[in-house]
């Protein structure tokens, strides 16, 4: 167990960068508390896997230093770290039974042989693969291979970290929600501190108590699910965290408004005192979008696109002016045929100046 | 699901049955054909049954031949898989230097067989071959055309030095399509050099692995050109191999016996290859008790 610091990390894949844009990580500088859940929740290349291969040592950053409680361990192989990885697909030692792919991180490291055996039925009872102990690993599902791959993680005493990159990818849906809690319970269980790299915000939400969102290489924001859905620090955090995303609309702030291409709303006094200088956007949830048939201040004219239905709730499209967004409105509330009036409540309208989060 | 022989998808497959009938069923079975029968002249033929093949079983000459031919297999197997795996392993990841490599080792397949012979002639030659002279100028005398050793050291450096790029290049792509996960979760699991090798790599070349064997078995098995080219089957019968044992007999005529011992001959390589293939599939599957 153990935390774990990243000490203004970059990386590059090249061995000369000359831009900012040829590293694969832009200065990472952050703290994973020790027996925390994380979830590194992010878009296709935005530098996830590059971020835990740092960790685990699989890669040496181009600068800045990595620490395991305090100790510097950059140039540290991974062997010597203390660290288990999960891949995306299952890695197994085909013609070991399931066994001897346990033991196999304990007898590399010359573990007597009775821990050893202690040891990997101890595992192999927690991660219900017992009954399989004696068959070959290379005939089991893939829910089964992905139990061993984190075995052989668990299986070592001195482990510090489990990292995970997108382990569920080749799981079933059914068993993906069966396989998260047994992350899950582990977790309480050995009071690890697991590092969980995926894209999916449902299984993020679901799995970690923190949540990082990584954006082209950096870290945007690092918080619980509730604080990332009402605070969204960065554009691409509001529009990635939600679905559908939050409405991001251009405007200008003129006192204590918003001027949109379509009208102006209020803002809330304290967030519109603090705007200063720059390219500015509204953000809202579709959820905190009022529609209406009368207008009111804070409202804008707009036009109903079209109405999806989502079993409890509606998501509705309104075209206003040049821009569009969604509204979530409740099961049962009538949704205005064609023009209508759009509220945004100031409180739940979030100003992002060049695209960061005003407050 | 209609009956099999209702099913109009015959009609689908029946151009593969015309043409597999005419390149391979219809001269095989000509050769069964010969087998039984003894061909004095044209239209004077005589059934004589299982004659030539009970002849061909107790024939000398014939076993001798066999044992032979799986000595130089065995030893071909023997010396090309280890050594085509181990520069498959050694061979560049990437980059230029990994074409490189594989434009310069896929060079000897390229070349025809009976030019092989031809280049091994000259390069073994006693007096101005690179490799007879070198030798030689070393103080050990070497002869390929007079002593029976230096004939099948010869044959087989021949062998081995124009085939192995074939298990390299199988090797080579097994190992490539190997994910580079594996790699890094052995490197987690603290796993040596030779447990990578021996967890990682040969299981997961295993596919590839079986190729090369069974291919290898079966040409070596097979071997005439270059043999017939650089030693005729001499000195003396010190490399008379099945196949130019077989060529020798049925240029001599004897047709029947020819025809039996080919279906013998045809027979043992597919009976080795479904060992080899039942051998490797079974190799580290099953479990345990």
Not at chain 1, 50 to 67: A, C, D
Not at chain 1, 301 to 320: C, K, L, N, Y
């Amino acid at each position: 167990m153990a935390k774990i610091e990243l000490e203004n990390i970059a990386h590059s894949y090249q061995p000369k960068p000359a831009s900012d844009d040829d590293f694969a990580l832009k200065k990472v500088h952050t703290v994973w508390e020790d027996g925390g859940a994380y979830a590194l929740l992010g878009s296709s290349g935005c530098g996830k896997t590059t971020m835990l291969n740092v960790i685990s040592g699989l890669l040496t950053p181009s600068q800045g230093r990595v620490l395991f409680d305090g100790k510097d361990v950059t140039k540290l192989p991974p062997e010597k770290r203390n660290i288990a990885q999960v891949f995306q697909f299952p890695v197994l030692y085909d013609t070991m039974t399931v066994f001897d792919n346990l033991a196999f991180p304990l007898r590399n490291r010359k573990v007597e042989e009775g821990e050893v055996k202690s040891r990997v039925h101890e595992i192999a009872e927690i991660l219900d693969l017992s009954p399989y102990l004696n068959k070959r690993a290379s005939g089991l599902a893939a829910d089964a291979k992905q139990k061993i791959s984190l075995g052989r993680g668990l299986v070592r005493k001195d482990v510090a970290a489990i990292l995970f990159d997108e382990p569920l990818t080749v799981i079933d849906p059914h068993l993906k929600w069966q396989l998260r809690r047994k992350l899950k319970e582990i977790h309480t269980q050995f009071g690890l501190t697991l590092i969980y790299v995926t894209h999916d915000q449902t299984e993020a939400m679901t799995f970690a108590d923190k949540i990082v969102i990584m954006y082209d290489g950096a870290l945007l924001q690092i918080g619980s699910p509730d604080e990332l859905f009402e605070d969204p620090a960065h554009t691409f955090v509001g529009y990635f965290i939600g679905s559908p995303g939050m409405n991001l609309l251009p405007c200008t702030v003129e006192g204590n408004r918003a001027v949109l291409d379509c009208g102006s709303i209020p803002l809330d006094p304290a967030v519109a005192a603090k705007a200063g200088q720059g390219e500015f956007k509204i953000g809202i949830r579709p959820l905190y979008l009022e529609l209406g048939e009368q207008p009111c201040d804070g409202a804008v004219a707009g036009r109903v696109v079209s109405v999806e239905f989502e079993g409890s709730s509606s998501i509705v499209t309104v075209e206003s002016g040049c821009s569009k967004f969604k509204v979530r409105t409740p099961e049962g509330r009538p949704v205005p045929a064609d023009s209508c009036w759009v509220y945004f409540p100031p409180e739940r309208t979030k100003l992002f100046r060049d695209q960061r989060l005003v407050k | 699901m209609e009956k099999w022989e209702n099913n109009r998808a015959w009609f689908l497959i029946l151009p593969v049955f015309v043409i597999v009938a005419f390149s391979a069923i219809i001269p095989l079975m000509t050769v069964v054909n010969y087998s039984v029968q003894d061909i004095l002249g044209p239209g004077q033929r005589i059934f004589v049954g299982t004659e030539w093949f009970r002849e061909m079983l107790t024939n000398s000459r014939l076993h001798d031949a066999l044992i032979k031919q799986l000595i130089f297999s065995g030893l071909v197997l023997l010396i090309e898989i280890p050594l085509g795996i181990a520069i498959a392993l050694t061979m560049p990841h990437k980059g230029w230097t990994a074409s490189v490599c594989l434009v310069l080792l896929a060079l000897p397949l390229l070349i025809p067989w009976n030019v092989i012979g031809t280049i091994w002639i000259i390069f073994t030659r006693p007096d101005i071959g690179l490799f007879g002279a070198t030798i030689n100028t070393l103080g050990l005398a070497f002869d390929h055309t007079a002593n029976p050793l230096h004939a099948w050291i010869t044959v087989l450096l021949m062998e081995v030095w124009h085939w192995t790029p074939l298990v390299v290049l199988l090797a080579y792509a097994g190992l490539r399509s190997i994910p580079d996960a594996y790699y890094q979760a052995a490197k987690i699991d603290g796993a040596s050099r030779w447990a990578v090798f021996r967890y990682i790599q040969l299981p997961k070349m295993r596919g590839v692995l079986t190729i090369a064997v069974l291919l290898r078995f079966m040409d070596s098995f097979l071997i005439y050109a270059e043999p017939f080219v650089l030693t005729g089957g001499g000195p003396g019968n010190a490399t008379t191999f099945l196949s130019i044992y077989l060529v020798k007999l049925s240029t001599a005529m004897d047709l029947g016996p020819a025809a039996a011992f080919s279906i013998i001959y045809f027979l043992i390589v597919l009976l080795f290859c479904w060992i080899f293939y039942q051998a490797l599939q079974a190799v580290g599957t099953g479990d345990k008790s």
